[in-house]
């Protein structure tokens, strides 16, 4: 159990223009799970690989319970690690796979065999452990990886995307048996995905990671209720968050974002945009079907209808929104329907940095 | 892949059977059946004459110290550098380029260069001399010396033929993905502990290939020993050679090749039996 | 676009100041890769020495080559012995004759082998394994086993002695390696553009000449260079069939016993030279050739 930081690691391939990782810090507590999400070739991998010490830092540092690690050989690190392609080793049984790191480093075979059964019966393999890989399912293997990395008592736990390989319906079942798993553990847990549920449902923060940075770090809620940036709205959510860019009018009553026929409302306290552009995020769920005061209307295009809600897309003044109504809900398309935006779900932000604007 | 059937396709195939069956499938068997044969019909006098002849016990019993010394040799060999080229250090390409230069040297090249090493007047005797070490050099290819004559054809088929057990052993450790190693690096397995239980065992298939491919050529040597020590360290395919060429007997010839047979598939079949492929790994 | 890292409300206080960063592991790996290169230098003297020693013996002056000790860099420089190993009688015309060995074997060992190996690569049939086995034990088994009754064979069809007799030989020799690589190469082409060439209007046997062998030219070049190393080097096959019409390496070992050392310094380092080029022009196929490229 231990703490994990990372200070300004810096990596950048070799032949690559850009950096892997761009001055990328981080601050992990004792027994936090922190998810890195983002889309491939963000550096979320390059990242964890750096913390296992199977890639080198050109920069920066990494301390681990206080102690320095940034360059230590991989093997010295007392860490366990569970890859995406699982890495059982196909010429072991599966009690020799549980097993591996515990053998290697000298427990003596009856402790070995003792924490090889309690980590079996936790993932429900007691019954394949003298078993050879080959003869398990996909679902199987990526079990007996955990269990392999869970026996070890170590300081960090650091999952590869071991989610991404398993098909739809065991990712599901599989997600909840680790999050349950891992906080009955409680070991510091540094977790790389690119799957923005996996990442909600797991994580005690999330740092969403985009060209090297971290764009945002936070609790899942936070994340996704106050993007930081467009890029984390748009990435959290699905379907992700509307933007909708106009120019900000100054009138009698107050601001207006002027969308090039409609307007809505905007806060007091981003007035000194008058003139200026500025773009709305707004969540698809939030959008209610409705009248009401300074409702827009939009033309409805395509209504998809996905069981537990209506997907609807629509055209206000151009711009595509997409709206979640309930599903039972109905109309043509070309038909015009009233969207009510509540103030308190906008966010609110500026189209050339893209970041977040504070109105509280 | 759709345009899979089931009926052979003959004339694809057709030519190279052909040629196989009349230049292989024939003379094999003419081969087996002349070791047994001459004009008075079956008979075993070839074999008689054959286990008679002392050059014949010496022969072989050359070959197969040959073949215990040089394949373990070989393998440690080509495994420790396909080892170092995985570690990926610089000039790596060039390295590779030098260690593969034997796989186009033929038996007959690889004698020739290093009897110009071993030679009496050779570069060896001539750095021993220069550093003192000896007086007038050793007799390495002399043929009382049966000692220094095997160390000379055993050094010469080393430097020959290693290359080719590198070469599979390379092509098996890259076809072993990254993962599995780096697996073990991190759950604290030490260089040799990782080589004891990742990569060795997963190399089983290509060791295997490589054992028996190698064994069967090492079994075929003979230019090399002709190369040092012309007749003085006989082998069994040099004892084919001289039968047939210099003593006009081809029946003894075959029979000597057909002991070259049999103790090639002999090998095999240990092989296949003893470097049992890890269950469960393809 | 600037980051903006949103810290959380309580910071783990530790992480004001973080312990210097321990260098010794950088140390290691440092010594480590100088011993690795260290063992790759030894390896590679161990290779290419021989060589070189071979190469400066076969430059050196007939005066030089007899001198003892001998330096390591000659005293002499001198083309006599080189010279004195082309000029024997029946090196020039060996030389002619392993020439037009190989590349006879290459055509004929593509011609007979690469259908086969296509016919493996894209066919499932039954009888697929036996043939596979068949092939396999050819280059399996030890070619002295063949070479009496080849022999006999070739005077009793009166071919005995030419290069006719060598190159079926070799081509024979060769065929295994031949399918199986040529087979592994058409199994690397995908079958979809076949496919598409066959749907836009080709037979199978246009599509197979206008698509397939210009993606699988590269391995097949590699093929048929393997092919000639191969056949430049077999001793054993090219002395028991021919007597006057030999080819290099034959022709130097008959000619061994009687030899001077400069011819057999010379000899050496001649039947070296091509294979020096040979590899560096395959050095990238050679381990490709099993499916895989040198990472």
Not at chain 1, 195 to 203: I, N, P, R, T
Request: charged share 15%.
């Amino acid at each position: 159990m231990a703490e994990v930081v990372l200070r300004d690691l810096v990596k950048t391939y070799p032949g690559a223009t850009a950096r892997a990782t761009d001055e990328v810090s981080l601050e992990i507590a004792d027994g936090e799970f922190m998810v890195l999400l983002g889309p491939s070739g963000c550096g979320k991998t390059t990242l964890l690989r750096m913390v296992a010490g199977l890639e080198m830092p050109d920069a920066g540092q990494i301390v681990i319970g206080g102690k320095d690690v940034t360059y230590l050989e991989p093997r010295r690190r007392n860490l366990s690690m569970v890859f995406q392609s699982y890495a059982v080793f196909p010429n072991k049984k599966v009690a020799d796979n549980i097993g591996f790191g515990l053998q290697v480093h000298g427990v003596p075979a009856g402790e070995v065999r003792r924490k090889v059964e309690w980590a079996a019966d936790l993932l429900q393999l007691t019954p394949y452990l003298d078993r050879y890989p080959a003869k398990l399912s996909g679902g199987q293997r990526q079990r007996v990886a955990v269990a392999r990395a869970i026996v070890m008592d170590a300081d960090v736990l650091l999952m590869d995307e071991p989610l991404s390989n398993l098909d739809a319906l065991l990712r599901l079942s599989f997600r909840a048996e680790l999050k349950k798993l891992v906080s009955e553990l409680g070991t510091t847990t540094l977790y790389v995905t690119h799957d923005q549920v996996e990442a909600l449902s797991l994580g005690d923060r999330v740092a969403v990671m985009r060209n090297g940075e971290i764009a945002q770090c936070d609790a899942p809620t936070a994340v996704y209720d106050d993007p930081a940036s467009q890029f984390v709205g748009g990435f959290l959510g699905s379907p992700p968050m509307n933007f909708l860019t106009g120019t900000v009018e100054q009138a009698a009553e107050g601001s207006r974002l002027d969308l090039g026929g409609q307007s809505l409302t905007v806060p007091a306290a981003l007035s000194a945009y008058a003139g200026k552009p500025l773009t709305l995020g707004i969540r698809p769920e939030a959008i209610e079907v409705a009248d009401g005061d300074g409702a827009l209307t939009g033309e409805l295009q395509v209504l998809e209808p996905l069981g537990s809600s209506a997907l609807l897309t629509t055209d206000i003044d151009g711009q595509t929104v997409k709206v979640q109504a309930p599903p039972s809900f109905r109309a043509d398309p070309a038909e015009r329907l009233s969207l009510r935006i509540p103030p308190e779900a906008c966010r609110w932000y500026d189209p050339e940095t893209s970041l977040l604007l504070e109105v509280r | 892949m759709t345009s899979m059937r089931l009926r052979p396709p003959w004339l694809l195939l057709l030519p190279s059977i052909v040629l196989l069956v009349a230049l292989f499938g024939w003379p094999l068997v003419q081969g087996v059946l002349e070791a047994f044969r001459d004009d008075g019909g079956f008979t075993l006098a070839h074999w008689e004459r054959l286990f008679a002849d002392a050059n014949f016990w010496r022969a072989l019993r050359n070959t197969l110290l040959l073949i215990v010394i040089v394949v373990p040799v070989q393998l440690a060999l080509a495994i420790g550098m396909a080892l170092l080229m995985q570690a990926r250090p610089k000039f790596a390409g060039g390295h590779f380029y030098l260690w593969c230069i034997p796989l186009a040297i033929s038996e007959l090249a690889a004698g020739l260069v290093w009897l110009s090493i071993f030679d009496n007047r050779g570069y060896l005797n001539s750095l021993l001399v220069g550093l003192g070490l000896s007086e007038n050099g050793v007799q390495w290819l002399n043929y009382e010396n049966t000692t220094t004559m095997l160390l000379t054809v055993v050094i010469a088929e080393i430097w020959r033929a290693t290359s080719l057990v590198f070469v599979i052993v390379v092509a098996g450790v890259q076809m072993i993905p990254r993962e599995y190693d780096e697996a073990a690096q991190v759950f604290g397995a030490s260089f040799w502990q990782r080589l004891r239980h990742v990569t060795l065992p997963l190399l089983g298939p290509s060791l295997q290939v490589a054992l028996i491919l190698r064994t069967i050529l090492a079994l075929q040597a003979f230019a090399v020993a002709q190369a040092l020590t012309g007749r003085d360290f006989p082998l069994l395919v040099g004892e084919t050679y001289e039968w047939y060429v210099n003593l006009q007997n081809p029946a003894v010839a075959s029979a000597v090749a057909l002991v070259v047979l049999v103790i090639s598939l002999g090998t095999a079949v240990l092989y296949l039996r003893t470097v049992r492929q890890p269950e469960g790994a393809r | 676009m600037t980051t903006e890292l949103r810290q959380p409300v309580e910071s783990t206080g530790a992480a004001a100041t973080l312990p210097p960063v321990d260098l010794a592991p950088l140390r290691r790996r440092r010594v480590r890769a100088a011993w690795v290169q260290a063992a790759c230098i030894a390896v590679t003297v161990f290779m290419a020495l021989p060589i070189v020693l071979i190469g400066l013996a076969a430059v050196s002056s007939r005066n030089a080559l007899v001198q003892f000790p001998k330096p390591l860099l000659p005293s002499e420089y001198s083309t006599e012995t080189l010279l004195a190993f082309f000029q024997a009688t029946g090196t020039f015309p060996a030389l002619g004759n392993s020439l037009l060995v190989g590349i006879y074997t290459v055509v004929w060992s593509l011609l007979i082998g690469a259908p086969a190996g296509y016919a493996l690569a894209r066919y499932a049939f039954r009888g697929k394994d036996v043939y596979q086995v068949f092939v396999l034990l050819v280059r399996a088994l030890p070619i002295v086993v063949l070479s009496v009754p080849l022999a006999t064979m070739f005077l009793r069809l009166d071919v005995y002695d030419t290069v006719f007799a060598v190159t079926l030989v070799h081509t024979t020799l060769a065929l295994p390696t031949t399918v199986l690589i040529t087979a592994s190469i058409f199994v690397a082409v995908p079958t979809d553009v076949e496919e598409a060439a066959q749907v836009f209007g080709c037979t199978r046997w246009q599509a197979a000449r206008k698509v397939v062998v210009p993606l699988a030219l590269p391995g097949l070049a590699a093929s048929s260079i393997f092919t000639f190393v191969l056949s430049w080097n077999e001793i054993l096959g090219a002395t028991v069939v021919t007597l006057g019409h030999r080819t290099l390496p034959a022709q130097v070992l008959t000619a061994l016993d009687e030899a001077s050392t400069a011819y057999r310094f010379a000899g050496g380092f001649a039947l070296i030279l091509p294979a020096l080029l040979f590899i560096f022009v395959m050095r990238r196929y050679l381990v490709n050739m099993w499916g895989t490229t040198l990472r």
